[in-house]
């Protein structure tokens, strides 16, 4: 059964720093292309970054510069480090997973919260 588990979400405030961790299992890691979304309430969920099988990344507008996704494929995780943290910043990320369409999975999501 595939899982992804994401953790390290919690309330910070404005300017600090979070690292999430989304741990798979139940799949072939390193073949996935693996992204952060984030969903606020009454919004769409977004995509704030990738991370192809390769190691390309691509980040949303208002993100680059500040987060950095990775992967350790030996861990079957891939992280979010989230730098200079804004309230805008405030939602539900989500880990999700890919593989050529074949398969798309989804974590349960983890809370930012950036306030004063």
Do not use: H
């Not at 588990?5 to 996935?32: D, I, K, N, T």
């Not at 510069?65 to 079957?76: H, Q, V």
């Not at 593989?99 to 999501?109: L, P, R």
């Amino acid at each position: 059964q595939v899982q992804l588990v994401e953790s390290g979400g919690g309330l910070v405030q404005p300017g600090e720093s979070l690292r999430l961790s989304c741990a798979a299992s139940g799949m072939s890691f390193s073949l996935y292309a693996m992204a952060w979304y984030r969903q606020a309430p009454g919004k769409q969920r977004d995509l704030v970054a990738t991370i192809t099988s390769g190691g390309s990344t691509v980040y949303t507008g208002s993100v680059k510069g500040r987060f950095t996704i990775s992967r350790d494929n030996n861990k079957n995780t891939v992280y979010l480090q989230m730098n200079s943290l804004k309230p805008e910043d405030t939602a539900t990320y989500y880990c999700n997973g890919r593989y050529f369409g074949k398969n798309n999975y989804w974590g349960q999501g983890t809370q930012v919260t950036v306030s004063s």
